[in-house]
């Protein structure tokens, strides 16, 4: 059974770090062969990626505009854990935070993630 587990979120002031976590599971492929996701909701708007990691298949990293920066995704592939370090967060950056993967060569389109975790809630205010 095909798991995407995410954690991390939370309350932060302006200018502070987060990192969420993202335990993908169940996957005939070893982690680095699934593409990962990070993407974001915010209140009356549409999901948008932040950040992905592609499959090996067809490997590379993707970046929101303006997010690079700021944003980095890593893989680690011993603990079956994706991670989006956040630093100098914005408040425009609450949203809620969701993690998707995918066995295809998948880049940063929502459309082409098949499993989708739950979501973690990122709060960023003073």
């Known amino acids: 059974q095909i798991q995407v587990v995410e954690s991390g979120g939370g309350l932060v002031q302006p200018g502070g770090s987060l990192r969420l976590s993202c335990i993908v599971s169940?996957?005939?492929?070893?982690?680095?062969?699934?593409?990962v996701g990070w993407f974001r909701q915010a209140p009356g708007k549409g999901r948008e990626g932040v950040s992905c990691i592609s499959s090996n298949l067809d490997p590379g990293t993707y970046y929101g505009d303006s997010l690079e920066g700021r944003f980095r995704i890593s893989r680690d592939k011993a603990k079956n854990t994706v991670y989006l370090q956040m630093n100098s967060l914005e408040p425009e950056d609450t949203a809620v935070y969701y993690c998707?993967?995918?066995?295809?060569?998948?880049?940063?389109?929502?459309?082409?993630?098949?499993?989708w975790g739950q979501g973690t809630q990122v709060t960023v205010s003073s």
């Open positions: 169940g996957f005939r492929l070893p982690l680095d062969y699934v593409s």
């Open positions: 998707a993967a995918d066995e295809s060569r998948a880049r940063c389109n929502p459309a082409e993630y098949e499993h």
